[in-house]
């Protein structure tokens, strides 16, 4: 029945998505759909009661003020002068200023949390440096796109908010959690690049050299974002504030910034409002729908008989994650990452926590994941977001084939991680305690 249950409400899913329905829009009639023929009689009493909570999560109201930060970040131009920054310092390196693209996201992220803003906002900086300089076209577009996945790893992430918010995990120690394997899966990037150059010199084009004069003025402009990291997280791993208030702190924070830089003006709060709501509407209705989804399947037993049948398959908890890392990779070739968190994470991390895997671990391990679901074709969202930053000149396939081999450093992220869970697991038990 379970089985049954199930993939006809995923049939349904993908049917609604491939016609073009809205995500949030998908998931809600198909819940309520469940709701109407199994629960006919209390299916609009179920609705209100579930609605409600969720949309008046106070942890939730973080995700807004996070994209609202990143959004006054980017429009106060203090993105353009960190990407700037860090170029002159990474001039003269085979590779050149590709790494830009990745430190830059890296450091991005560590005030946007999305990966769509990274993407968006490093991308829109740095595509037109790309010019007339001879780089590899498709490794350039390949760097922002895999860079921009950072931002939904390396904390404040909105993903790791949702597993939190979803498993009932310490958002505290899944963003202390992300940090090292952010780091790490960024010097992959690197090293790829770096491999890259040294095969195809032809491939990093030229550059000019820099002076250590205009390194060293270029010091200052690190010093808003590292503010507001210092801010941010600082305010969350000191216990002075929640995720929800140090996010208010952030918006605060770069909003100063903007005065100092005398950027803020009515047009640049008017877009940076607009666009936080449409974002912020967009993940927040996918959640509520989620929600319903996920509460229906739940009435119906299905997570309970899955987890059941599962083991008794006798499987070990590694032939586990390799088959729940296939299917993660199959659904990102069709369903947008927030989709994916909502409808499967209720479901999945019950599986793994009782073979003892520990939440903090598992959260990291499903966000590179949900990372390689932003850079597969054919729905891969980062892929879109570079693509439009081109102004419709060339194809996306030049994007998707720049992307692939960063797709190999994720898969080699997860086997150290899953080799070396340390790597995950020392930062949180070292501020927070086991």
């Known amino acids: 029945m379970s089985a049954i249950v199930l993939g006809t409400s995923f049939g349904l899913l993908i ?4 016609m073009g329905v809205y995500v949030f829009a998908s998931l809600g009639t198909v819940a309520l759909i469940l709701f109407w023929v199994f629960i006919p009689a209390k299916w609009h009493v179920l609705t209100g009661m579930l609605l409600w909570p969720a949309s008046t999560n106070w942890l939730l109201l973080s995700i807004p003020l996070f ?12 993105a353009d002068r960190l990407y700037r920054a860090i170029s002159y310092w990474l001039i003269g390196i085979p590779g050149g200023l590709l790494y830009s693209n990745i430190v830059a996201c890296g450091i991005f992220s560590a005030v946007s949390g999305s990966s769509v803003a990274t993407a968006a906002t490093i991308g829109t900086v740095a595509i037109p440096n790309f010019a007339s300089r001879g780089y590899n076209e498709r490794l350039v577009l390949g760097s922002l796109a895999a860079g921009g996945t950072l931002g939904i790893l390396i904390p404040p992430s909105i993903h790791l908010i949702l597993y939190g918010y ?60 590292c503010v507001l990291i210092v801010i941010v997280l600082g305010s969350i791993y000191r216990g002075v504030a929640t995720p929800t208030e140090a996010a208010a702190y952030g918006v605060t924070g770069a909003f100063l910034l903007g ?25 927040l209705m996918i959640v509520i729908a989620g929600n319903l989804f996920n509460y229906a399947l739940v009435i119906l037993d299905v997570p309970q008989q899955i987890a059941s049948a599962v083991g008794g398959l006798g499987l070990s908890q590694w032939v586990l994650l390799v088959v729940i890392i296939l299917l993660y990779i199959f659904l990102g070739m069709f369903m947008e990452s927030f989709t994916i968190v909502v409808t ?25 994941l949900l990372e390689m ?35 190999l450093c994720m898969l080699a992220m997860i086997g150290i991680i899953t ?10 038990q070292t501020m927070f305690g086991s």
């Open 166 to 225: 979803f498993t009932g995990t310490s958002i505290g120690k899944l963003f202390m959690a992300g940090f090292m394997p952010g780091l790490v899966l960024m010097l992959l990037f690197m090293l790829l690049i770096f491999g890259a150059s040294i095969l195809s010199p032809n491939w990093t084009g030229i550059e000019n050299r820099v002076s250590w004069t205009v390194r060293l003025r270029s010091l200052k402009d690190f010093v808003p974002t």
């Open 15 to 18: 049917i609604f998505l491939s």
């Open 67 to 78: 994209v609202l930060m990143g959004e006054l970040i980017l429009r106060a131009g203090i």
């Open 344 to 368: 499967t994470v209720p479901m999945l991390a019950p599986l793994l926590f009782a073979t003892g895997k520990d939440p903090v671990l598992l959260g990291v391990l499903f966000v590179i």
């Open 259 to 283: 005065l100092c830089y005398r950027s803020v003006n009515y047009r640049m709060l008017s877009e940076a409002v607009t666009s936080t709501i449409r974002t912020s509407s967009f993940i």
């Open 419 to 428: 080799l070396f869970p340390q790597i995950v697991l020392w930062l949180p």
């Open 373 to 407: 679901a932003l850079i597969t074709p054919p729905v891969g969202l980062n892929l879109y977001v570079i693509h439009g930053l081109r102004q419709t000149r060339g194809s996306i396939n030049d994007v998707i084939v720049g992307a692939l081999p960063f797709v």
